[in-house]
């Protein structure tokens, strides 16, 4: 699949508490201080005059009764929730329309609307027009979605089939570049977000994905399609995007209906300060950026400090700024003073203020700002790290009292802090060279105080900046006398220095922080995919070992099936060794247990090497017993958890964790899901990127290993159905008790007789579920009641009951979704062949047969669907029931001895499996107890199959790799390794 390059934006909340990353980029004026005008305002208090007049009449005009006064609220946060307050009441169009503007939804055409849409409005205000629903991640606790301030409609009971087959009437390939827009997408097109750009091209531009691309994502996000939906049932509309890549642009979607929204809030909020003009609200909605955002609307901030440039307005010398451009030759600011009113009892003052309204001007002029930018692109900016006195002081002080061995405490811990930032204390690097990893430590350094960080800017920028402005963008109309040119250019300066420097500090701070957040995000999404779709290892008796000393080691002897046979505690690193040994082969024979899993926690050297001295001793024959390590991370927590408890009513927690352990080898994907993904152990600084941003992006990677795997509906935990594309908490919880109260299920089609299973969840989650005929029939289950008598309940106005089939359907077992079985029939009929013969020898023989005859083209094209519809159907129908996409990937090493980083030396070639990545390279397993390092710069695109030259470091945890030792530092525990190649 297609990887898309990544693009970033940034947003910022402009509501009463400001993300704190943000304020520690900002820097305000020092000179500016507390200043209030001689007299009130006069020029404001028209305009509020004006918007309390059009309130009332508003007011006279609505049929709506009065309502109750709502408390005192900051005014941002009153624009917000104007609509949602009158959303109680039924609305007309017009006033539906004006609720969507203000909700950053933007303006529709609404005399293109649907003659079914023009009813659905006049029934009343519970029902929403279908292109306001979009879904986005999906809670993990929470039903539904909600996306950018929408929430999604509770999905009613309701008749629904998959009569055609998927997208028979839509355009294909390089088609869709020339396909007619939707009707969601053309709402977006038309300036959806009421801006003064085009959303679509924007999210084209900022995520290097073509338009009709964009614009099919808009389009199926505001249907509330899920990413797993989209990219394995929606290929030729997303151009066959991988998740992460249509996740970016699911993301940057998202910041830009933000953005827009903040907007909005703070056009309404100027309106009612009444200090809006036409040129401001322009320049608000002309805002591509939160930075440009915040740059513009900071002056007029409510709270803040009167800046400069208000103060000068507030004196009436913005007049004499633009005869200033507009006319010099005709200003004399000696006119302009006034004798005892402070600003203006000089010339001089008078100079002055008009020297800010102009700084100001042009701090915020676009075409200025994007001047600056590219001056900045062409020069070498840098930025620089230094230590802070107070950490310096502190750390010498420490020195001093460990010299006189006084308080070693907690100073000493200040002092191991200071010290982990020592490569920073005098740093400098390009801003376009500094890596991700570089600057998410420094921004924990400064947050710590202990470093201070620059954006160095060259002086050449500064210089070329102004002789630009002086004689090119803000050179005067007319003839202009030297003290005018003096001003102007000492205006130009002054801009400069207090807004535009600062503006390109926080821009580039700003942007290096977003977009190492966002790779170190991005590799904890790797690796938690490539953990989650590590091989299973079935088909045998396994035994789950929590290692320990004082408490002894926790044992869990699970069933192929991961059921507890035995669960004990052995206490292998004392005196008693000689009996638990015993003890260990008394268990193993009795069950037949030939496979050790041992956690790598505290005592696992030691628990590792025991198991490696009998097994070389043959002390469990005439069994071939063999080991393995794995990561044991988040089982503690798990073992406490409710869903533990709930599973394990009976069980210690401590022999819980050796349950998880033999779990995690057993059915990775099964056992993981049930631990947040955070504590699983992947990635690094987890701790410096935004928490909701990384949980969002966990849990959607989990919905899609999940989604792609596919679940058995039958025998699954209520856990793992959580984690399906389309479903929830409560729709998982819903299904689980109609299995316990009805019996398995018998197909899909049964689904739609769970409760809260609608349309769209239906759609969504169907392709993802498994019925498997073997497992059918397993289990504790209630017979089937008479099913005919179910549907009775869901009915619809206009349509009969639903009507569900009681029979088996062999397609219910394959990847194929329930909207496509048409055209499956159809094709079986073509080929000769019946859906009972799914993935045999003889079915495989017959599709290979009838696509070597005829392309997959021209068979799409017969059967009326799209090529990766039909190709989708032929991988359905081809493999094997059960089948399972992971078993391409890497299972676990099993070994028998055991190796002590002693051995090792420079120029050895080991084997080895990812055991993590990280943002400056790759820590890989390679049997001797301590993990060795491949720093990201003997990862190169040589080393690496074709496969796998994507972003990043293109390695991910569980991967087996060919290693050689460049050196060993046993005292430290440190091993330097050399990549030789990925194994396959």
């Known amino acids: 699949?297609?990887?898309?390059?990544?693009?970033?934006?940034?947003?910022?909340?402009?509501?009463?508490?400001?993300?704190?990353?943000?304020?520690?980029?900002?820097?305000?004026?020092?000179?500016?201080?507390?200043?209030?005008?001689?007299?009130?305002?006069?020029?404001?208090?028209?305009?509020?005059?004006?918007?309390?007049?059009?309130?009332?009449?508003?007011?006279?005009?609505?049929?709506?009764?009065?309502?109750?006064?709502?408390?005192?609220?900051?005014?941002?946060?009153?624009?917000?929730?104007?609509?949602?307050?009158?959303?109680?009441?039924?609305?007309?169009?017009?006033?539906?329309?004006?609720?969507?503007?203000?909700?950053?939804?933007?303006?529709?055409?609404?005399?293109?609307?649907?003659?079914?849409?023009?009813?659905?409005?006049?029934?009343?205000?519970?029902?929403?027009?279908?292109?306001?629903?979009?879904?986005?991640?999906?809670?993990?606790?929470?039903e539904g979605t909600s996306f950018a301030g929408w929430t999604a409609k509770k999905e009613e009971a309701e008749d629904f089939t998959f009569d055609e087959p998927a997208l028979k009437k839509q355009k294909t390939g390089n088609d869709w570049k020339s396909a007619v827009p939707t009707k969601g997408s053309q709402a977006v097109e038309k300036g959806d977000l009421n801006m003064n750009w085009d959303m679509i091209e924007v999210l084209s531009t900022l995520t290097c994905v073509e338009r009709w691309v964009?614009?099919?994502?808009?389009?199926?996000?505001?249907?509330?399609?899920?990413?797993?939906?989209?990219?394995?049932?929606?290929?030729?509309?997303?151009?066959?995007?991988?998740?992460?890549?249509?996740?970016?642009?699911?993301?940057?979607?998202?910041?830009?209906?933000?953005?827009?929204?903040?907007?909005?809030?703070?056009?309404?909020?100027?309106?009612?300060?009444?200090?809006?003009?036409?040129?401001?609200?322009q320049s608000l909605r002309t805002c591509r950026s939160a930075d440009e955002l915040d740059h513009v609307y900071t002056p007029y901030k409510k709270g803040c400090k009167v800046t400069k440039v208000r103060k000068a307005k507030a004196l009436g010398l913005e007049a004499a700024a633009t005869a200033l451009m507009e006319s010099p030759h005709n200003l004399d600011l000696s006119a302009w003073v006034k004798p005892g009113t402070e600003g203006l009892s000089s010339v001089k003052e008078v100079a002055t203020g008009v020297e800010h309204i102009l700084a100001y001007t042009i701090a915020k002029d676009p075409e200025t700002l994007s001047f600056v930018k590219t001056l900045c692109e062409t020069s070498m900016v840098t930025l620089h790290s230094s230590v802070t006195k107070a950490a310096l002081k502190e750390k010498e002080?420490?020195?001093?009292?460990?010299q006189g061995h006084k308080k070693p405490g907690v100073q000493k811990k200040k002092k191991q802090d200071v010290d982990k930032f020592q490569l920073y204390f005098d740093f400098t690097c390009n801003i376009k060279r500094i890596q991700p990893h570089q600057t998410l430590a420094i921004n924990r350094g400064e947050s710590l105080k202990i470093l201070t960080v620059k954006v160095n800017i060259p002086d050449s920028v500064k210089s070329n900046f102004t002789r630009w402005c002086v004689n090119i963008r803000w050179k005067p109309?007319?003839?202009?006398?030297?003290?005018?040119?003096?001003?102007?250019?000492?205006?130009?300066?002054?801009?400069?220095?207090?807004?535009?420097?600062?503006?390109?500090?926080?821009?580039?701070?700003?942007?290096?922080?977003?977009?190492?957040?966002?790779?170190?995000?991005?590799?904890?999404?790797?690796?938690?995919?490539?953990?989650?779709?590590?091989?299973?290892?079935?088909?045998?008796?396994?035994?789950?070992?929590?290692?320990?000393?004082?408490?002894?080691?926790?044992?869990?002897?699970?069933?192929?099936?991961?059921?507890?046979?035995?669960t004990d505690i052995v206490y292998l690193h004392g005196s008693r060794n000689h009996k638990e040994?015993?003890?260990?082969?008394?268990?193993?024979?009795?069950?037949?247990?030939?496979?050790?899993?041992?956690?790598?926690?505290?005592?696992?050297?030691?628990?590792?090497?025991?198991?490696?001295?009998?097994?070389?001793?043959?002390?469990?024959?005439?069994?071939?017993?063999?080991?393995?390590?794995?990561?044991?991370?988040?089982?503690?927590?798990?073992?406490?958890?409710?869903?533990?408890?709930?599973?394990?009513?009976?069980?210690?927690?401590?022999?819980?964790?050796?349950?998880?352990?033999?779990?995690?080898?057993?059915?990775?994907?099964?056992?993981?899901?049930?631990?947040?993904?955070k504590h699983i152990g992947i990635g690094t600084y987890q701790h410096d990127v935004s928490s909701g941003a990384l949980k969002a992006a966990l849990d959607a990677v989990v919905q899609e290993c999940v989604s792609f795997v596919g679940v058995d509906i039958n025998i699954c935990s209520e856990t793992l159905m959580r984690h399906i594309a389309g479903l929830s908490t409560s729709r998982a919880q819903n299904i689980a008790e109609w299995r316990e109260q009805n019996g398995p299920f018998i197909n899909r089609e049964q689904l739609k007789l769970v409760k809260g299973i609608g349309p769209k969840s239906y759609q969504q989650c169907a392709g993802f579920i498994r019925i498997n005929k073997q497992t059918m029939h397993s289990g504790r289950s209630a017979p089937h009641?008479?099913?005919?008598?179910?549907?009775?309940?869901?009915?619809?106005?206009?349509?009969?009951?639903?009507?569900?089939?009681?029979?088996?359907?062999?397609?219910?077992?394959?990847?194929?979704?329930?909207?496509?079985?048409?055209?499956?029939?159809?094709?079986?009929?073509?080929?000769?062949?019946?859906?009972?013969?799914?993935?045999?020898?003889?079915?495989?023989?017959c599709v290979n047969r009838k696509v070597g005859s005829s392309s997959v083209e021209e068979l799409s094209k017969a059967l009326g669907t799209t090529p990766e519809t039909?190709?989708?159907?032929?991988?359905?129908?081809?493999?094997?029931?059960?089948?399972?996409?992971?078993?391409?990937?890497?299972?676990?090493?099993?070994?028998?001895?055991?190796?002590?980083?002693?051995?090792?030396?420079?120029?050895?070639?080991?084997?080895?499996?990812?055991?993590?990545?990280?943002?400056?390279?790759?820590?890989?397993?390679?049997?001797?107890?301590?993990?060795?390092l491949i720093h990201k710069s003997n990862i190169t695109l040589d080393k690496l199959p074709v496969t796998q030259r994507r972003r990043s470091l293109a390695l991910g945890p569980g991967e087996r790799v060919e290693v050689r030792v460049l050196n060993v530092d046993a005292q430290r525990g440190r091993i330097g390794l050399d990549l030789i190649t990925v194994l396959q």
């Open 870 to 932: 039909l190709q989708l159907i032929i991988d359905g129908l081809t493999q094997p029931p059960g089948f399972d996409i992971r078993q391409d990937f890497g299972q676990e090493d099993f070994k028998r001895g055991i190796v002590s980083i002693h051995d090792l030396q420079v120029g050895t070639v080991l084997t080895g499996r990812v055991e993590n990545t990280c943002l400056f390279g790759a820590f890989v397993d390679i049997g001797v107890g301590r993990a060795g």
């Open 1 to 142: 699949m297609n990887r898309q390059p990544r693009a970033t934006v940034k947003i910022v909340d402009y509501g009463e508490c400001e993300d704190d990353r943000v304020r520690v980029f900002s820097s305000d004026d020092p000179n500016e201080e507390e200043w209030r005008p001689p007299e009130p305002k006069a020029p404001c208090q028209n305009p509020r005059a004006l918007v309390a007049g059009e309130k009332s009449a508003a007011a006279k005009r609505t049929s709506k009764a009065k309502e109750p006064k709502a408390t005192k609220v900051p005014k941002v946060k009153e624009t917000l929730h104007k609509s949602d307050a009158k959303s109680k009441a039924p609305k007309g169009r017009a006033e539906r329309k004006n609720d969507k503007m203000n909700a950053g939804e933007g303006k529709r055409d609404i005399k293109k609307e649907s003659p079914a849409s023009q009813r659905a409005a006049e029934s009343g205000p519970s029902v929403r027009p279908k292109e306001e629903r979009v879904s986005f991640t999906v809670s993990d606790a929470n």
């Open 581 to 677: 040994a015993d003890k260990l082969r008394h268990l193993m024979t009795k069950y037949s247990c030939s496979r050790v899993v041992i956690g790598n926690g505290t005592a696992c050297r030691e628990t590792e090497s025991f198991f490696a001295d009998l097994i070389a001793r043959r002390y469990f024959h005439p069994l071939d017993v063999s080991y393995c390590i794995t990561n044991e991370a988040g089982a503690s927590i798990y073992s406490v958890s409710p869903e533990a408890v709930k599973e394990m009513p009976d069980l210690d927690p401590n022999l819980r964790s050796a349950v998880s352990i033999g779990r995690r080898v057993q059915d990775p994907l099964a056992e993981l899901v049930k631990i947040d993904p």
């Open 477 to 566: 109309k007319t003839y202009a006398r030297e003290e005018h040119h003096a001003l102007i250019k000492s205006s130009v300066e002054d801009s400069y220095k207090r807004l535009v420097l600062p503006f390109l500090t926080r821009m580039y701070r700003t942007k290096l922080t977003t977009v190492a957040e966002k790779e170190s995000v991005a590799m904890f999404v790797r690796n938690l995919r490539q953990r989650l779709l590590v091989c299973p290892v079935r088909g045998c008796v396994m035994m789950g070992v929590d290692p320990g000393f004082a408490h002894g080691c926790k044992l869990a002897v699970l069933s192929p099936t991961g059921q507890i046979l035995h």
């Open 397 to 402: 002080e420490q020195e001093k009292s460990d």
């Open 785 to 845: 009641p008479a099913v005919p008598n179910k549907p009775a309940a869901k009915k619809v106005k206009g349509k009969s009951s639903v009507i569900i089939p009681t029979h088996f359907n062999p397609l219910d077992q394959t990847c194929i979704h329930p909207e496509s079985y048409d055209v499956a029939q159809r094709f079986l009929c073509l080929i000769g062949g019946g859906a009972n013969q799914i993935g045999s020898a003889e079915l495989k023989q």
């Open 214 to 281: 964009c614009s099919n994502v808009v389009t199926l996000l505001r249907e509330e399609n899920t990413v797993p939906f989209m990219v394995r049932y929606r290929k030729e509309m997303i151009n066959h995007m991988d998740a992460d890549a249509v996740r970016d642009v699911q993301l940057v979607y998202e910041e830009l209906c933000l953005l827009a929204k903040k907007t909005q809030s703070v056009v309404n909020t100027l309106k009612k300060d009444g200090v809006l003009t036409v040129e401001l609200e």
